[in-house]
């Protein structure tokens, strides 16, 4: 006899505007305060306390146009931003500061989130999409040089980038990045040599988000339809379709596997956050709280397993924390 | 007729004497038929064959001249062999040139599409003869791009004129082209307007395909023109005449270049199908193969049962309809779309609560316009206006024929009020009729034209269907099935449907004028008269609708359009089937014969094929009726 689903831990309300990307910092030792960082449609990156369920700073950077990406940079003093006024904002919030350090003007006018990943100490690669159609400029932090720019090739047709995620293989410093575009395609670039190297179509309409697991070469990809689609990379670093799920509702804005790569959690159009397992991607748990559409959600990064949280983001402005599968 | 060279100079002429003899008498067919056959095979590879057989044309005389050449043409079996009989005739001789590049293009229209092509692919064989070919197209774009031919001319010669512009546009070459691209266009921009005003779909659809191939053979790169139509048989006809010619002319030049694209865009495309053929074999096997036992069986789903599909709910009162529909809230358009869909059946089942906002229902749906992209949203929005005008007939009605003369109406949206009016007569007359209409919607507009309905041609089936009913049993009685009886609800309300429409129809306004240029909308009303009429068979205001319809046809008779002519003379069949034979013959005695007199000049003079057709059973109809008249005894 299967349990009803959970009711989430707690709610976080106050932001007053949609919510589109959450970020969770609580990885920190003992006194320090776990964090929430969301970023809304009113350009208001909120910080929340997850002791108190308040919310400790509103930090206002994007000159209230809507924030979609938050991310932070090795701890939770470091914080990088992203949102509609085509600027990447990086934030200094150590000992209570509040001020933008430095900001990347990307000329970028779409919703494509960018993707960060660390190659040393201090250095930073990032991937975002540039001003020119269907380009994926790759930037190393702090330096803001650009270390190259990812074009396809003429009449690809790809349309616009919609998302990102820039990893590295554990064996080699070789960073690579999957890029979903417009035309329902993932691509594989090799970064350092500027060139793609697979090419897989796997949706018919954009490919609205995707995750990745390096360690089984597993990525997942959601779209506007109904499919989601799980593919791999082989060893000649060539994308293959595993499998598809379908759903029973179209359009998935954000998907998101778990740090201990146990399970994913999707946050769909039909207001439904939805829980699978990452293995077989077997559908284990369906979470209707929200009354709109799910836009975001992230893992915590606790590390204590027990404490591990789900928060989802939706249009309803609310912020929906769950515990679920924390025990295994 | 077997004639041997025995001489060397052998004196032709008697032969071709008696030849053009025989042609002008009307034996064309017999001699020809042997004749070209034989010459065919002789000409061949023999020249001196061919110089005598060209002297045996020359020397024809003039006045039999035409027989032959119009002979010769209809029987050679291609354009090479034509080249080879008559060589260069209509170059030497005046009285040929003047039946191959006049008389048989643009004075007659009766030949098939085979003969057009013998013809000027033979004027395109020969260097002489290719300057014949220009003036040819000259005067054939000239014929097809005027108004007063497009308007005036039958189909058939549009269409024959239309297939012959075709061909001689395949046989042209690059330099050719460039040389008269200046009339070109000029002919084909005014061509294209005088065709697209017609008000008849097959004209349209005739000056749109040739459009299309004059643009594509202008301009070989770059965007070419292109029209939205429904494909059919005559336009992949009249499209394959245009790429059949063989090796010689432009059209290879132009698959060059098609090809040379081609081979440019594979190159990107290897790449991405290299990746593709990777993935399409998917891996199915890996599962099983993964035997080990996996850790996510610690985990246990919880219950999903309650995800189901989400579905948005639609209104469930008609006040709340109005309120989503009206309202300029432009976020919820998911309500939107679930109340467009509800709308007619929440109307049809509560009939007193819609009677209560019938007018401002109808006033909203008639300004409705589409927000999201509903498949059917046209037709959703003209069952319900049928479903409110039904359930509430006099108010709405009064409203709807108001709007039709109002200022600053589309005319897509006069031409939804006829047919609203139409199809909701149709279900207050007809309880047979009720749920199962068969009008599919208005066509897909293209290029800002105003779409055509075929509604017209359905009713005009019923209606023929009718009058032949009528002309041959007129003595069985009915035999069709009994249906169960209702009262007859457009018996109170067809006059409110009928008048209001006829009013004002030669009153115009700033924005709508019907007598003027708005003849499309002049022939819908016109058509839509005749079906009311039609549907009032039996109801007490038919004489006084009779005698206004008479009226008005009457005064428009002579109208230029032969859509409004058809429609008139449907009104005139309508009137004669609904009216009882008794009042007419009573109350509109000289009227109908003025009408008899004014069917048989139809009957006899007028270009339009389907006027005459028309004409013909209206006359028979009045006889059929006055006979059975008369048969009873009074």
């Known amino acids: 006899m299967a349990l009803p689903p959970p009711d989430p831990q707690f709610v976080l309300r106050g932001t007053s505007a949609p919510v589109h990307t959450l970020h969770f910092s609580c990885g920190g030792p003992e006194p320090d305060i776990p964090l929430l960082f969301s970023g809304s449609e009113n350009g208001f990156i909120h910080v929340w306390n997850l002791k108190t369920h308040r919310v400790d700073t509103a930090l206002d950077g994007h000159g209230r146009k809507s924030v979609y990406c938050v991310e932070t940079m090795s701890g939770k003093d470091r914080l990088l931003s992203q949102g509609r006024d085509q600027r990447i904002c990086l934030w200094d919030l150590a000992e209570g500061r509040t001020s933008v350090t430095d900001s990347v003007f990307t000329e970028h006018v779409g919703f494509c989130r ?7 100490q201090g250095r930073w690669l990032m991937a975002m999409a540039a001003r020119s159609l269907e380009e994926v400029q790759i930037l190393e932090l702090p330096s803001k040089t650009s270390v190259c720019t990812l074009k396809p090739e003429v009449g690809a047709k790809l349309g616009m980038p919609m998302c990102l995620k820039l990893w ?9 990045l999957l890029a979903g575009y417009e035309d329902g395609s993932v691509v594989l670039w090799n970064v350092s040599m500027g060139k793609a190297l697979s090419q897989l179509n796997c949706h018919q309409e954009p490919v609205m988000s995707l995750d990745f697991d390096s360690e089984k070469a597993k990525g997942i990809s959601g779209s506007s339809e109904k499919v989601l689609s799980i ?11 595993y499998k598809t799920h379908e759903l029973v509702n179209a359009g998935i804005s954000d998907i998101t596997i778990r740090p201990d790569k146990k399970i994913l959690a999707t946050a769909g159009w039909d207001h439904r956050i939805r829980i699978f397992g990452w293995k077989k991607l077997k559908p284990l748990a369906v979470l209707d709280y929200h009354t709109a559409t799910v836009h975001c959600v992230s893992f915590s990064d606790h590390s204590t397993p027990r404490d591990r949280l789900l928060a989802a983001g939706s249009k309803d402005q609310r912020i929906s924390v769950w515990s679920i599968y924390a025990q295994t | 007729v077997y004639f041997i060279p025995g001489g060397l100079d052998c004196s032709i002429s008697f032969v071709s004497h008696v030849l053009g003899k025989v042609c002008i008498h009307g034996r064309q067919k017999d001699i020809l038929g042997v004749l070209v056959p034989r010459l065919t095979d002789l000409t061949k590879s023999d020249c001196i064959w061919q110089r005598i057989c060209w002297r045996l044309v020359e020397c024809v005389p003039d006045r039999w001249m035409e027989a032959v050449v119009l002979g010769f043409v209809q029987r050679a079996p291609g354009a090479d062999v034509l080249s080879r009989l008559l060589g260069n005739l209509v170059v030497k001789n005046k009285k040929a040139q003047f039946v191959v590049t006049q008389k048989m293009l643009l004075l007659q229209y009766g030949h098939t599409t085979a003969v057009l092509q013998n013809l000027l692919g033979y004027l395109s064989l020969d260097s002489l003869r290719r300057t014949l070919l220009l003036r040819v197209l000259q005067e054939l774009l000239e014929t097809w791009s005027s108004s007063s031919a497009v308007k005036h001319s039958p189909a058939e010669q549009q269409l024959y004129i239309s297939k012959a512009v075709l061909i001689c546009l395949s046989h042209l070459k690059e330099p050719e082209i460039e040389s008269c691209r200046q009339e070109l266009l000029t002919s084909m921009m005014e061509g294209v307007k005088c065709h697209l005003d017609s008000s008849l779909p097959q004209l349209r659809r005739l000056g749109m395909v040739v459009a299309e191939a004059i643009s594509l053979k202008m301009s070989t790169e770059g ?11 005559e336009t992949r006809e009249l499209k394959s005449l245009l790429v059949q010619t063989p090796s010689s002319c432009v059209v290879p030049s132009l698959l060059d270049d098609d090809r040379s694209e081609k081979a440019g865009a594979a190159l990107p495309l290897v790449l991405e199908s290299n990746e593709k053929s990777h993935t399409a074999a998917p891996l199915m096997p890996v599962e099983e193969s993964d035997a080990e036992l996996d850790s996510d069986d610690d985990l246990i789903p919880y219950d999903m049962s309650e995800d189901k599909e989400l579905k948005i709910k639609a209104p469930v009162y008609i006040r709340d309809c109005i309120e989503v529909l009206a309202g300029s809230r432009s976020e919820d358009v998911d309500k939107w779309e679930a109340t467009v869909k509800a709308l007619e059946s929440l109307v049809r089942n509560n009939p007193a609560a819609t009677r209560e906002v019938s007018v401002e229902l109808a006033k909203i749906l008639l300004h409705l316009e589409e927000k999201t992209c509903i498949e059917g949203f046209v037709e959703l929005r003209q069952r319900a206006q049928v479903a409110v005008l039904t359930t509430d007939p006099i108010p709405v009605a009064k409203y709807l024929t108001s709007q039709f003369y109002s200022l600053n109406y589309s005319l897509r949206q006069r031409m939804d009020i006829l047919d609203v009016l139409v199809l909701a007569a149709q279900e207050l007359s007809c309880p047979k009729f009720h749920g199962k209409t068969k009008h599919s919607g208005a066509q897909k507009p293209c290029i800002h034209l105003l779409p055509g309905s075929d509604s017209s041609k359905g009713w005009r089936r019923i209606v023929d269907e009718r009058i032949k009913s009528k002309t041959r049993r007129f003595d069985m009685g009915q035999s ?18 009928f008048f209001p429409l006829i009013q004002h129809f030669d009153r115009p306004l700033t924005t709508f004028d019907l007598l003027g240029e708005d003849h499309l ?12 009429m039609y549907l009032a068979v039996n109801t007490v205001a038919v004489t006084a609708m009779g005698k206004a319809l008479l009226e008005f046809v009457w005064a428009l008779r002579f109208h230029t359009d032969s859509y409004v002519r058809q429609g008139l003379l449907s009104c005139i069949s309508s009137l004669l089937l609904s009216v009882p034979m008794e009042r007419i013959l009573a109350d509109m005695t000289e009227e109908l014969l003025e009408t008899q007199s004014w069917l048989g000049d139809v009957m006899e003079k007028d270009p339009d094929g389907d006027c005459r057709r028309l004409a013909v059973q209206n006359l028979l109809l009045m006889e059929n009726l006055k006979k059975k008249l008369e048969a009873v005894p009074s």
């Open chain 2, 521 to 532: 909308v002049l022939g819908r009303l016109v058509h839509t008269l005749a079906i009311l």
């Open chain 2, 480 to 497: 069709r099935v009994e249906l169960a009886s209702r009262p007859n609800e457009f018996n109170s309300v067809a006059g409110y449907f």
């Open chain 2, 223 to 233: 965007p070419v023109l292109k029209f939205e139509y429904e494909e059919d048989d």
């Open chain 1, 231 to 241: 593919w791999s990379l082989n060893e000649q670093q060539n994308l293959q379709v």
């Open chain 1, 114 to 120: 960018c993707s960060l990943l660390k190659v040393a």
């Open chain 1, 168 to 176: 590295q293989l554990s064996c080699g410093p070789q960073p690579l």
